[in-house]
């Protein structure tokens, strides 16, 4: 059996944002190159925003992840540090979360995530690489909400 090349893990697959942006990126990529093996991992499941034309799996399949895996928020990036699989890890920081809604974690637990060496940060614009570069590292690059010829670029 093979082992899927690469792979995104998203806490719901289901209408938001995020997720509309993911689906219509990867669809975008399975048509421009079909031979691209990119799989969404999902920790919670609900309606789909769209119909899709890539795989979708639960999130506890991500360890078969050979090449590329990029988490989506700091719970799925919480993931990602455990998964052994992937030869590259991106934590894709679609928003701020860190700001706002982790009351439960402390500047440890958080620089544990945002200053991992074994994940590159990749920003949502130029406002989050400059917040994130200042706090805590230089991201990668910037991918404006899931441009599927720079996820293409990282997932190939």
């Known amino acids: 059996m093979n082992r899927p090349s690469s792979g ?17 990126s990867l669809n975008n990529l399975t048509d421009t190159n079909p031979y691209l093996d990119i799989i969404i991992f999902y920790r919670s499941w609900t309606l ?6 890539f795989s979708i799996m639960m999130d506890a399949e991500c360890w078969g992840v050979s090449k590329t895996l990029i988490s989506t928020d700091i719970k799925t990036t919480q993931t990602l540090i455990k998964c052994v699989g992937p030869q590259k890890k991106y934590f894709y920081v679609w ?11 402390y500047y440890g637990d958080l620089a544990h995530i945002y200053n991992n060496p074994n994940i590159e940060l990749i920003a949502r614009n130029e406002q989050h690489y400059n917040i994130l570069h ?4 230089k991201p990668l690059c910037i991918m404006k909400d899931f441009d599927s010829q720079v996820l293409g670029d990282i997932c190939s």
């Open 8 to 24: 995104i893990l998203l806490q719901s697959v289901g209408r938001s944002d995020l997720a509309i942006e993911a689906c219509q």
């Open 48 to 53: 789909l925003p769209m119909p899709i034309r």
């Open 95 to 105: 928003d701020l979360e860190w700001l706002e809604r982790t009351r439960d974690m």
């Open 134 to 137: 200042q706090m805590w590292k």
